[in-house]
């Protein structure tokens, strides 16, 4: 069954977290998915850049959104917080079928949008069916708890993540980029260890998960998704742990997921792909215009 069916009364967006380093050249998969899924020809995506301090960072996302048939691409440079407030940009969010997040650092992406109406227009308007996609530093602000550093190549350890307040587009999972380029399993698991209800989400570079509005996602792109369930944990000692002790955690549930698997984030299931069903892009007429 398509994602898009599943529950036909939603109009939540999708949330699309892409591990970075995607292919922005050549085939352009997930970016293609993104603009169609947010109208195709009839798409109008908002580029929000603020994570890069590049400047050249949303010209070429504005680009290859336009190269793949996008309607209206508009471009948001907001590099400060009194940004957040000029009329423009929100009427730009207004009108947009699909948002995107650059790459970059994901604290400065936090401490610029965080608490403004920018903010409050993306999660408000991804509620009402817009879809939201973002990229590296993008994709770690997603979730309510978002990972804003720590240790790369290390084992779990008392204090090898740590934690920001993120978007809230999702408060189901925490999310991890550059996943097995950066080595980043042991990180996961630690952020993961201090609730057990969040899924860790580990996205590798040119990969992206397509959550759907049913808590479904699919997996799209050439490397893989890392999923951590700590749900059936039966115990942890982050609690106990001293600054960067190694952590014990006992009875953890680890899957990893290729192109085309889909996990459940309600019931906590994974499904190999399904090869009579393609992906699928939410009909041209249901995506929300403003």
Not at 50 to 61: F, K, N, P, W
Not at 228 to 236: F, G, I, K, P, W
Request: hydrophobic share 40%; proline share 4%.
């Amino acid at each position: 069954m398509c994602p898009a069916q599943v529950n036909a009364n939603s109009t939540r967006g999708y949330v699309i977290p892409i591990g970075g380093g995607e292919d922005r050249v050549k085939e352009r998969h997930i970016h293609r998915r993104f603009v169609e899924l947010s109208g195709g020809r009839a798409a109008n995506i908002a580029v929000i850049p603020t994570a890069s301090e590049l400047e050249t960072t949303g010209l070429d996302y504005s680009r290859i959104f336009s190269d793949l048939g996008a309607a209206q691409v508009d471009l948001l440079p907001i590099a400060r917080r009194a940004d957040c407030d000029n009329p423009r940009y929100l009427e730009m969010l207004d009108r947009a079928t699909g948002i995107f997040l650059t790459g970059g650092n994901q604290l400065r992406l936090s401490t610029i949008l965080g608490g403004t109406g920018i903010a409050q227009r993306i999660r408000r308007h991804n509620a009402a069916g817009v879809h939201v996609a973002g990229t590296s530093a993008g994709a770690s602000i997603m979730s309510e708890h978002m990972i804003a550093g720590g240790d790369s190549n290390s084992a779990p350890l008392e204090g090898a993540a740590s934690l920001a307040p993120g978007l809230g587009l999702t408060n189901a999972v925490i999310i991890d980029q550059h996943f097995t380029q950066r080595n980043r399993l042991g990180r996961l698991l630690s952020a993961s260890s201090y609730n057990p209800f969040l899924i860790g989400l580990g996205i590798d570079e040119d990969t992206a998960a397509f959550i759907g509005p049913e808590g479904v996602f699919e997996v799209v792109g050439s490397g893989t998704v890392t999923v951590v369930d700590a749900s059936d944990q039966t115990h942890s000692s982050m609690w106990e742990a001293g600054p960067g002790q190694p952590l014990t955690l006992l009875d953890l549930k680890v899957h990893v997921m290729g192109e085309g698997c889909r996990y459940d984030l309600v019931n906590r299931r994974a499904y190999l792909p399904d090869e009579q069903t393609a992906f699928c892009a939410l009909p041209y007429d249901k995506v929300r215009s403003y």
